[in-house]
């Protein structure tokens, strides 16, 4: 293994996901493992604007590998998309000798990743968190898996209150542009119908599987709809329209929000962000750079950050066609 890196940087960056402080403790210890300096980058790409580095070691990161959210926190930084914001952040990568870099995050802390790597020839390795599972050249991306239970835990309590009520719920989940988290609970919940991006069901259709629902003796109803489904413009428009066309359901919506990103991560996302982070670091070790960790049939593989970044994470067909024959 190459020795010729003296000194790695880390940081997190974009929405925070549960398994980024454990991704993070495996960066920092595989460096001292290996006898090289870490230094975390505190608030992502800002931090690096700012001149906000410390050093880390081995003990630095004791007892966070169960915590949710990123000790060295997050922010969205506008300024480090100009040349300008990035040349200062460059000087602070050259006031500190920082060699090489870990990014932890999505799609677009990835983009900034290869930006700067192509101006200033710094190597960096990308490490995939984000609860949306939506990252190209990965099956699972950090915090996804916590976030599924953590809806499946919301959406059972849910049930409990619509069964009570005879009561039709529409359920937000997080998913802008994808729909992993929605077809995967819905299915692991029991939900009635499930309103994914990629699958426009349209609103005649909802009425029908609703009332089907209805005449075969169902009661209540949970529906898990994706916060980027196109079936309405949101998701108290499709409410509406469903109690308006079926004025005898009694109609709710509860919206997730942002306590889908929290909580302590699942032992799945610390063993994964664990294996991401002794990799990401051991690849920068072997002179690899431009390239993002993945995960394919539980084996820890290499995408280029270009193509984690282009490339489009699809929807699992299979599991489309298990929820339409599970919602008779």
Not at 149 to 176: C, P, Q, W, Y
């Amino acid at each position: 293994m190459s020795t010729s890196i003296k000194k790695i940087g880390v940081l997190t960056s974009g929405g925070d996901a549960p398994g980024m402080n454990a991704a993070l403790r495996a960066v920092v210890r595989t460096a001292a493992y290996h006898k090289v300096e870490c230094v975390g980058i505190q608030q992502g790409y800002q931090g690096l604007i700012d001149n906000k580095v410390k050093v880390m070691n081995a003990r630095s990161v004791n007892n966070i590998i169960n915590k949710g959210g990123t000790v060295l926190k997050s922010a969205r930084c506008l300024e480090f998309r100009t040349k300008e914001g990035r040349q200062t952040a460059f000087k602070t990568v050259q006031k500190h000798g920082i060699e090489a870099l870990v990014i932890i995050g999505g799609d677009g802390s990835f983009t900034g990743a290869m930006i700067f790597q192509s101006e200033f020839n710094i190597p960096v390795i990308g490490i995939p968190g984000t609860i949306d599972n939506d990252i190209f050249g990965t099956s699972h991306t950090i915090g996804y898996d916590t976030a599924l239970n953590t809806v499946i835990e919301a959406i059972d309590k849910i049930r409990d209150t619509a069964i009570s009520h005879n009561r039709l719920f529409f359920v937000e989940v997080m998913g802008r542009d994808a729909g992993h988290i929605a077809l995967n609970t819905g299915i692991g919940a029991g939900a009635e119908e499930v309103l994914i991006p990629e699958e426009d069901m349209g609103l005649d259709r909802l009425l029908d599987s609703l009332k089907r629902s209805e005449k075969s003796g169902k009661s209540s109803s949970i529906v898990v709809v994706a916060e980027g489904d196109k079936t309405g413009k949101n998701v108290f428009e499709i409410a509406e329209y469903v109690e308006k066309n079926m004025p005898y359901y009694d109609v709710r919506v509860s919206v997730l929000g942002h306590m889908q990103r929290g909580g302590s991560p699942s032992c799945f996302d610390r063993v994964l962000a664990s294996r991401m982070g002794v990799s990401a670091v051991e690849a920068l070790l072997q002179g690899k750079s431009n390239m993002m960790v993945g995960m394919k049939s539980e084996e820890i593989i290499f995408s280029p950050l270009e193509k984690a970044i282009k490339g489009k994470s699809e929807i699992n067909k299979d599991l489309i066609r298990v929820s339409d024959i599970l919602t008779i």
